[in-house]
């Protein structure tokens, strides 16, 4: 089965391929208002047909393409995303795609060790460095795709675009996963052995930034009001703003590998299926705190990172909250504390994690699952509590 990773290199310093990050940039900004078209973007072929004529001969015949593809493909993402587009982007970091594939075309690795890429004043063979973590993935490398090349901190780094051989997983040991807003993520495996993720901190620290996006945002209806320039304050905003993805992103990355990393080989990660309506819960202070929980991105993470060691799957949420994991009456959750009144207290978390471990057994062993795994364990998984 192949998969796709993203591997990083240390490229050496080179001024002729950072110069060709500037020029492909700088392409890209100037087609872009062509792309524009007055709020109705063009397709990736209307704007070949337009601007390839302008701008060939800065770049090679292959990169240049890439310039007008990955243009048109950011109006197309930003529209899809439900983005309103009311002026033209600005590519303002230098950065290229070079596509490598099997022919090598704008770079390809060396049997000598050497990273041979197109710039500007030719093709050049430059050093190039893998940090330990990536080699596993070169190492089991099928096809390199592309390599997209960023200037951070003054060195040049290459994302590597590559696809591996991994085995095909067999789904045998079954992961309850319970994901909630404080311990973000509990798993418990078959033999009851527990795995807490715990997402207080950034929860502690994104609340202290929206304290002072609030305020901010006060203070920028203020100026609005007053006529005055607000360039200053919305440019702290969108650094906050931007500043809280990448927290969330770079929580979401860390809980899925750690959760993955504690996986056996051969699991079957099992997620609720969760649904929020609009009823009585429907406020807007609710509504912003399910906003802020990312839940989904961490069961994409973990569906890309569980890759070749196991599969992911999902079963009902209904009562898995609600229900006592070892004699199966309702109980009663507030907060972390589950009361059973023939079983006592439990955490209520892992009281849900081993639910959604035990349903999806009986699911299993039913034949009831609408996708059921090619292989299944030879005996029963554990019911008892933690």
Request: hydrophobic share 35%; aromatic share 8%.
């Amino acid at each position: 089965m192949l998969v796709e990773r993203t591997a990083q290199i240390l490229i050496g310093w080179d001024k002729d391929l950072a110069e060709t990050l500037r020029v492909f940039t700088e392409v890209q900004n100037e087609i872009s208002y062509v792309c524009f078209n007055n709020g109705e973007p063009l397709s990736a072929l209307a704007l070949h047909k337009k601007v390839y004529h302008k701008v060939k001969g800065r770049l090679n015949a292959q990169m240049t393409c890439t310039a007008i593809r990955l243009t048109a493909g950011a109006y197309v993402s930003a529209k899809h995303n439900g983005h309103e587009i009311t002026k033209p982007f600005r590519f303002k970091k230098p950065y290229a795609l070079f596509l490598v594939g099997k022919r090598g075309r704008d770079a390809d690795f060396r049997m000598d060790g050497k990273l041979s890429i197109w710039t500007i004043r030719g093709r050049k063979k430059l050093s190039y460095r893998i940090p330990d973590y990536f080699k596993q993935y070169f190492e089991r490398a099928v096809l390199i795709d592309s390599i997209t090349v960023k200037i951070k901190k003054g060195k040049l780094i290459g994302y590597v675009s590559l696809k591996i051989d991994v085995k095909e997983a067999k789904p045998i040991h079954t992961i309850g996963v319970d994901l909630n807003e404080t311990n973000a993520v509990v798993a418990v495996n078959q033999d009851n052995d527990v795995l807490f993720i715990t997402g207080l901190q950034r929860r502690m620290l994104n609340k202290r930034t929206f304290k002072t996006i609030k305020r901010l945002q006060r203070k920028l209806a203020q100026r609005k009001a007053e006529g005055s320039n607000t360039r200053s304050v919305v440019r702290a905003l969108k650094r906050l703003q931007g500043k809280i993805a990448r927290r969330t992103r770079d929580f979401c990355h860390t809980a899925a590998k750690r959760l993955v990393g504690w996986c056996p080989e051969n699991c079957v990660v099992v997620f609720e299926r969760l649904r929020f309506g609009q009823g009585k819960r429907g406020s807007k202070a609710w509504n912003r705190r399910f906003h802020q929980w990312p839940r989904g991105m961490i069961v994409r993470f973990v569906e890309y990172k569980v890759q070749g060691k196991g599969v992911v799957d999902f079963v009902d949420a209904k009562g898995t909250s609600i229900t006592c994991s070892m004699c199966g009456l309702k109980g009663i959750r507030k907060r972390h504390s589950f009361f059973c009144p023939n079983c006592g207290f439990m955490h209520a978390d892992i009281n849900a994690a081993i639910n959604i471990r035990n349903r999806y057994a009986v699911l299993r062993d039913g034949g009831l699952l609408s996708t059921s795994p090619e292989a299944s364990p030879g005996g029963k998984p554990p019911t008892g509590g933690s």
